[in-house]
């Protein structure tokens, strides 16, 4: 019996002290280390626990794919993955105001942004007077609000010199450089010091229209066309080829309903539609409306997000379908800036504007398109807001 204890206390001996370093009460530890160098001594029993919350018995590393993907490798794998492009600092993704986007090593990242890349989407954004600054996207709006542009077609031109040079003018320039002699590129005939007025035409395209279109063409002469939707759908190449000869197409909703029987949702539906049926058509949005029937009512300005564009002459072309008629009506009150109201449905329509056009020229007045009308006297057109004439104060 005393031999049977004794070898039991040697035995618990023995596994005391040969399993357990002395000095050390808390179990067997390891060194367990993390992808970013760091290391340290952990029990045992703890290893698991460690594993599933990222540690690694082996020293490791982290490698970085240009795709962004990134993989978890020990060091003696290391050399093997770096030859089939992975790469020991992340990427990351950084952007030019013109558009571009490119993908460059961490490491690379402050040498490009010395060169004008930057770590988040940036744009250009102009101002009337010529200036122009870099800012961030997410901030594009709150620069709008302060008299900033993105598009810089909307507040500039080119101009040619008296010596056939091209240069961009921005609008508050526009007139001292006209009296410098300057034109302006493709309307070289078009005087900013004389009067200017925009023919409209609404509720097509139809049958008519491009017999108006080639009219106003073979006077040098452009007009809006404020087109109905579903007209756009059943007519497509027609609105396509006025837009390339340089008429502006403007939206007057997709199946002509009076807006303010209709319910902010409603006007927002008929004006989306049109606005897709045009960008289907001719590749581009439009940028101006005008509600059925002039009617504005019920919040219509507010929620058919663009400038409605009225009028200061009603032709009535749709009542009497007389030339003579209309033609009248705008000989007898026309003055710079107005915006006439017509219809490209109407044969009457397409004859009073053969006889029209050369008598507004004669008398002194350019056609210009509506949005021409607004940047050629250098005013903003708003959203939200209604407008019956365009003139400099
Ligand atoms: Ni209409």
Redesign the pocket.
């Known amino acids: 019996m005393k031999k049977i204890i004794t070898f039991v206390l040697i035995f618990i001996f023995a596994i005391t002290y040969i399993a357990v370093p002395a000095g050390y009460t808390g179990g067997v530890s390891v060194k367990m280390y993390a992808p970013d160098g760091r290391d340290i001594m952990v029990s045992i029993e703890d290893v698991e626990a460690y594993k599933s919350v990222g540690w690694y018995s082996e020293q490791v590393t982290t490698l970085y794919s240009m795709d962004m993907r990134e993989i978890v490798v020990s060091m003696d794998e290391k050399d093997e993955y770096l030859k089939v492009g992975w790469y020991e600092e992340p990427f990351f993704v950084m952007y030019a105001p013109d558009g571009r986007e490119i993908t460059v090593e961490g490491n690379l990242v402050e040498q490009y942004v010395s060169v004008g890349w930057y770590t988040e989407p940036v744009v250009y954004m102009y101002s009337r007077d010529g200036r122009s600054l870099v800012v961030l996207k997410r901030e594009l709006e709150a620069y709008k609000n302060v008299g900033w542009y993105d598009n810089i077609d909307i507040i500039s031109k080119i101009m040619i010199s008296p010596d056939g040079e091209e240069t961009r003018v921005f609008s508050d320039y526009y007139t001292y450089y006209y009296n410098l002699g300057f034109r302006f590129k493709g309307r070289e005939n078009l005087d900013v010091t004389k009067p200017m007025v925009a023919l409209t035409f609404?509720?097509g395209p139809g049958n008519h229209t491009m017999r108006i279109v080639s009219c106003l063409l073979a006077y040098n002469c452009v007009a809006t066309f404020?087109c109905?939707g579903q007209n756009v759908d059943a007519m497509r190449q027609t609105v396509r080829s006025a837009r390339d000869f340089g008429m502006e197409i403007g939206n007057?909703s997709y199946s002509?309903p009076d807006l303010a029987t209709l319910n902010p949702d409603g006007i927002k539906w008929q004006m989306d539609a049109c606005s897709n049926s045009i960008y289907n058509a001719i590749g581009e949005y439009p940028a101006l409306c005008?509600p059925?029937?002039g009617s504005i009512g019920n919040n219509v300005l507010s929620n058919v997000g663009m400038p409605s564009i009225l009028w200061a002459i009603d032709t009535l072309d749709w009542k009497t379908r007389n030339a003579e008629k209309t033609v009248e009506s705008i000989l007898s009150s026309v003055k710079d800036g107005d915006i006439i109201l017509m219809?490209d449905l109407y044969k009457e329509t397409a004859d009073a504007v053969e006889i029209v056009v050369p008598k507004l020229l004669e008398a002194g007045f350019q056609l210009v398109t509506v949005s021409e009308l607004a940047q050629f006297r250098n005013i903003d057109l708003v959203s939200g807001m209604k407008y019956h004439r365009i003139k400099s104060n």
Do not use: C
Request: without cysteine; hydrophobic residues 20%.
């Open positions: 609404d509720d404020f109905v007057h002509h005008r059925p029937y219809h």
